[in-house]
């Protein structure tokens, strides 16, 4: 594993797309400040102002691109979730990878694929977790309830001691992870999902579809039950 530090950037996905040639499997590069952080659906990531963390892994597994690669943000959520459980707080996860705590995000991690013509180049899987933040700050997110590590643990939290955690985590299980696929971590996963047994609605680009959420399949579809319809979901955000 090799680092880079970037005091200020726009965004370290960004940045690991443009330098994706240079740059080695298993990269990972983190910013202290990021002006442009970009989400799942469109959204923005936004800097808090305090120390928080902001990383992209760099992922060059193969010459071409399998299915299980389509779930490591769902594992990045598990690993994420252990991470935050030695800080004595209780994580979930909401459908497909946000990480929450009483309802409110934490953490959000946005993959995203580079494919020349019909090569696949590699991964760039990033992830931002409040670490540090004033409450204040909150309201510079509007879409959602949003919660930091701080403030859930009314204590500074040392956002090198979380990064090096996280990266060992992240690492330590991930050959296993490529090999198996998502029913490596679905135990992990479910037992910290926080949407399971519910009735929800999830957009799916500019559609609502509502329904109980009955499961989630071995490729970590969400199965949805609406009117003895079942509908298998793979992309979209829980409402
Ligand atoms: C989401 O919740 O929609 C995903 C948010 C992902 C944010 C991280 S912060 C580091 C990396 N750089 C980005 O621009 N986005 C990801």
Known sequence: MKEIY???IDSTNL?????????SDKTVIFAGKQY??????KRSWVDLGGDNLFLSFILKP????IDIYSNLPQYLSVVVCKVLQNYNVMPEIKWPNDVLIGGKK????LAETVVQGNIFKGIILGIGVNLNADKSSFKLVKD??????????GRCINSNEFRIQLCKEFFYNYEKFLTVGFPFVRYDYLERSCFLGKDIQVKVFD???S???????????????????EFIINMGDIL
């Open 15 to 23: 940045y690991g797309k443009a330098h994706l040639s240079e740059l």
């Open 106 to 109: 934490i953490a959000g991690i």
């Open 207 to 209: 559609k609502e579809i």
């Open 211 to 229: 329904g109980f959420a009955k499961s989630v399949t071995d490729r970590g579809e969400l199965v949805l039950l609406n009117n003895e319809n």
């Open 6 to 8: 970037l005091e200020q």
């Open 144 to 153: 959602r309830k949003i919660t930091a590590l701080n403030i859930e643990t």
């Open 36 to 41: 442009a952080g970009h989400g799942r659906l």
């Open 62 to 65: 193969s010459d071409t691109f």
